[in-house]
């Protein structure tokens, strides 16, 4: 079951367009890592997806009454708490502790894996870091049947960052996290999804199988784009050698097509096949062609002479 659908998702701040008509979602109990360059808007998806801002366009579904918990990039606090205090404020809804002493002993146990054994420090006195940690023990002390985490592994050390990595493999709800550890990420993570110029990218698979997947795609482009470059070369070719003497059925027609059979019409044929852009592309060449002829105009395509 879908816990969050989001569709059709448009936002930007200012002048720049972080999601453009893209979409999401994420089902129950499923572990996505979330990855892209830094300041495409990873964040800002995690905040869409928790409900702290809204697309400029498109639709956000959350599941009837879900539960979700989120960690941001930089969490803030109440000032004059201590670490303990701010835990136990974060979490006052709770209900699955039976009782204050009970969730009290869990946060401090939290506090001591994470690496904050002092837990009456104020947060004030804490480092960034130190503060990162209080708020992702707060978080990971809740029953949510989502987490959103916003760079948990910052901060961490690797023995801090194992022990998260086998607490969050056997939480049993969904996890929505940014991390930049690319082996937490495999090692977590069952779905990645890539923000990339707007959109967002799903791939079925952990980190290591995203790479590959991810490589695969590339090459399927490549190879499209290489097919295409040499269909617009032969085409180009067959343009500048000029039409074939024959009854003007050969010729191309006011509506672009040709009579097929011939060399040059299997050529066409297997062109506009491929894709109908190519037989707009030609007719403009032959009114070019016509163009140059008229004129004394020279014309190219890259380096490529087309017509002089
Ligand atoms: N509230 C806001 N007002 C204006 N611009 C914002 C706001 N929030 C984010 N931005 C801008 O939107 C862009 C994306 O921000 P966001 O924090 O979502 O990216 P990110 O992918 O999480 O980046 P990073 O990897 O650095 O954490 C950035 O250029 C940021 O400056
Ligand atoms: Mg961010």
Redesign the pocket.
């Known amino acids: 079951m879908n816990l969050v659908t989001i569709e059709h998702l448009t936002k930007s701040?200012?002048e720049?367009l972080?999601f453009d008509d893209t979409a999401f979602s994420i089902n129950e109990g499923e572990k996505v890592g979330l990855i892209?360059?830094?300041?495409?808007?990873?964040?800002?998806?995690l905040k869409i997806v928790a409900g702290l801002e809204e697309p400029d366009s498109g639709t956000v579904v959350r599941g009837r009454n879900l539960y979700i918990r989120y960690l941001p990039?930089i969490p803030e606090f109440v000032p004059g708490d201590t670490a303990l205090e701010s835990i136990m404020r974060d979490n006052a809804n709770e209900t699955h502790y039976s009782s204050a002493e009970e969730m009290q002993a869990t946060a401090k146990s939290m506090l001591n894996e994470l690496g904050i054994p002092d837990h009456e420090a104020k947060m004030e006195t804490l480092s960034g870091g130190q503060r990162k940690r209080v708020a992702l023990a707060g978080v990971l002390m809740s029953r949510a049947e989502l987490l959103v985490l916003?760079?948990p592994t910052n901060h961490l050390d690797s023995s801090m960052a194992g022990w998260l990595e086998e607490y969050l493999k056997a939480f049993r709800g969904a996890l929505l996290m940014?991390t930049h550890d690319r082996y937490f990420l495999d090692s977590v993570t069952g779905r990645i999804v890539e923000?990339d110029k707007g959109k967002l990218y799903s791939y079925q698979a952990g980190y290591r199988g995203y790479l590959e997947l991810k490589a695969q795609r590339l090459e399927m482009m490549e190879a499209t784009e290489r097919k295409r470059q040499s269909i617009l070369r032969n085409e180009i070719a067959w343009m500048q050698r000029g039409p074939e003497p024959g009854p003007p059925s050969r010729r191309p027609t006011s509506r672009g097509t040709r009579s097929s059979g011939t060399r040059r019409g299997r050529s066409m044929t297997e062109m506009w096949s491929w894709n109908p852009l190519p037989a707009a592309w030609a007719a403009q060449l032959w009114s070019l062609r016509a163009c140059a002829r008229l004129t004394g105009t020279r014309f190219s395509w890259r380096t490529l002479p087309i017509f002089s």
């Open positions: 701040y200012t720049r972080l892209g360059i830094n300041g495409t808007g990873k964040s800002t998806l990039q916003d760079e940014i923000l």
